[in-house]
């Protein structure tokens, strides 16, 4: 073909007879001839997602966190990490004349001298409460519903490595101000650290560059808090989000709710819309915190100094928990070949990781009690799953006893009670309540069960008496809808895993391995007779209510 017949083939739209394409199309089509971009916004663009007040516990989340990374990104470049010695004039007057570090002064000029700066401040720290507290809570909702199955394990223990991340970076936040409330936080973990035994002194010193306080504590946790943390949880926070997509969002039972289908909104436009206006919705709400509620005034604590403690000194509720473990454990010690292991120190340092890994390890633990590979995209009434439910309610329960624990100081002066008789109590709950916590809860969903096993046989209660011709009184009863039935019996109630026959063909006895017995007395507990009411049969149905099946 010559050069004439290549340019009517490839000539321009105007050559061809047809409108020049806009800037706009120009562009996109340069994109997507290097991205793909056409190809993924349709395929992903118009993906469902379930609509449930629950769902946005996540986003709140999110959009903390999005906060966060704005209002720090406005810190940083005012903030000095430094712990040099200064004297201090500024326009906080009742401190001037008064020997700081680097880092301290730059907070209150922040504070009182950066427009906006306080505002900032305290939007940072009330949104990176917020922050933890929002994936705790999804967490939990996480599960309680069960959504932690199969395929989503790999995305709970990324949540679960976005919580401790969390709490390890509000400790290295809030500690960069270098005030005395922030430093006897240090101290604390300062101590806690040097308990380890064998290597605690030389990883104190490794991190405070010496002996504490040290002169590199904040100019080391500034990078880790502002850099590093941040970037490992902004891509965690990424990956989560693309398998939420790649996995299809979960949703609660209902009509048209099927494993293999989703009951919901597109996410462009609908949930698009949506997101967006709850994003300014909750980003309204913390500048409105911030505004009017005060957070860690650190000029009210004034600079650090390792021989002073401020009164009522307590972390952020995120670490109450491990204050409180420390604080109710007794003082053991214990003397080896001339050195001392703080056992009252070490054990509960030891326990906070473990309890919060107990955690994270659950959805592998039941996946193997159940031996269930099928993929699950419907949630499970927390009634429906007593023993999981009471667990969570437990561990709960014994967070709620230790962040007590942790504020017996500030419980005893404000209510007028004896600490000794407030940390004995917390004592004595962390083994007591959590298995309370745990029993009640069970028996109230098994106690729910039943309601519904009721409520599907004979109907919802109206509140009418009515007078039979014979003169009996009875209550009417008002049939449930085909959608209410489906609700309360389409979850399924396999038998817990059995080891099988303890004699083979010849009547010899098997050897079973320890870990089967221990699976199958997990799963009777868990799955058994004892931890679930079963769902009425057609047989049930058809008698009380002379129908064909139940729906």
Request: glycine fraction near 12%; hydrophobic fraction near 45%.
């Amino acid at each position: 073909m010559g050069d004439d017949g290549a340019r009517r083939v490839y000539g321009t739209a105007s050559a061809r007879g047809e409108p020049a394409p806009g800037k706009g199309e120009r562009l996109a089509d340069w994109a997507d001839g290097r991205l793909g971009l056409y190809t993924l916004a349709r395929a992903n663009l118009r993906k469902v997602f379930p609509d449930h007040w629950s769902f946005m516990l996540g986003e709140v989340t999110l959009y903390s966190f999005v906060v966060l990374i704005l209002t720090g990104v406005y810190l940083t470049l005012f903030f000095e990490p430094s712990m040099q010695e200064v004297v201090y004039n500024g326009s906080y007057t009742e401190l001037n004349g008064v020997r700081m570090s680097r880092a301290f002064a730059s907070t209150l000029d922040i504070s009182f001298d950066v427009r906006g700066g306080l505002l900032i401040r305290q939007i940072h720290h009330w949104a990176a409460l917020v922050f933890i507290a929002g994936m705790l809570v999804h967490m939990m909702r996480v599960f309680f519903t069960g959504a932690f199955r199969k395929p989503r394990e790999l995305n709970w223990v990324f949540g679960w490595t976005l919580l401790l991340l969390g709490i390890i970076t509000g400790l290295t936040g809030y500690s960069l101000p270098d005030d005395l409330l922030s430093g006897t936080g240090v101290r604390f973990a300062h101590g806690a650290i040097l308990s380890i035994p064998l290597v605690g002194t030389y990883v104190a010193f490794f991190l405070f560059g010496g002996e504490f306080p040290g002169e590199d504590i904040v100019s080391r946790f500034f990078p880790v808090h502002v850099l590093l943390l941040p970037g490992i949880m902004l891509g965690l926070v990424t990956v989560h989000l693309i398998l939420v997509f790649y996995h299809k969002h979960t949703q609660f039972p209902g009509p048209g709710r099927k494993e293999r289908s989703v009951v919901g909104m597109p996410f462009l436009p609908v949930y698009m819309a949506k997101a967006g206006g709850f994003f300014f919705l909750v980003f309204g709400l913390l500048a409105i915190m911030g505004g009017i509620a005060q957070i860690n005034p650190v000029w009210a604590f004034g600079p650090y100094r390792p021989d002073l403690v401020t009164t009522g000194a307590q972390p952020d509720w995120y670490l109450g928990f491990s204050e409180g473990l420390i604080r109710v454990m007794p003082g053991w010690e214990i003397n080896l070949w001339g050195h001392t292991l703080v056992l009252g120190v070490f054990i509960p340092f030891a326990l906070f990781p473990l309890v919060l890994l107990a955690l994270g390890v659950y959805p592998f633990i039941e996946a193997w009690i159940t031996g269930d590979e099928r993929e699950h995209h419907l949630l499970d009434r927390p009634r429906n799953a007593p023993v999981r439910t009471g667990l969570g309610v437990a561990w709960l329960a014994l967070y709620a006893v230790l962040l007590i624990g942790g504020g017996n100081d500030i419980i005893a002066t404000h209510l007028h009670l004896s600490i000794n008789v407030i940390t004995w109590c917390v004592r004595i709950g962390v083994f007591v309540l959590p298995v309370a916590a745990f029993i009640v809860t069970k028996k109230a969903c098994m106690g729910l069960q039943r309601r519904d096993k009721a409520k599907v046989l004979h109907g919802r209660e109206t509140g009418t008496v009515t007078r039979l011709p014979q003169g009996e009184y009875i209550e009417v009863y008002e049939p449930l809808s085909q959608a209410q039935l489906f609700t309360l019996t389409q979850h399924e109630q396999p038998p817990p895993y059995e080891i099988g026959p303890e004699t083979d063909a010849r009547g010899v006895r098997r050897r079973t391995k320890l870990s089967e017995r221990l699976r199958a007395r997990l799963a009777h507990a868990m799955y058994g007779p004892d931890a679930r009411i079963g769902k009425p049969t057609v047989e049930e149905y058809r008698e009380i209510t002379g129908g064909d099946h139940p729906p």
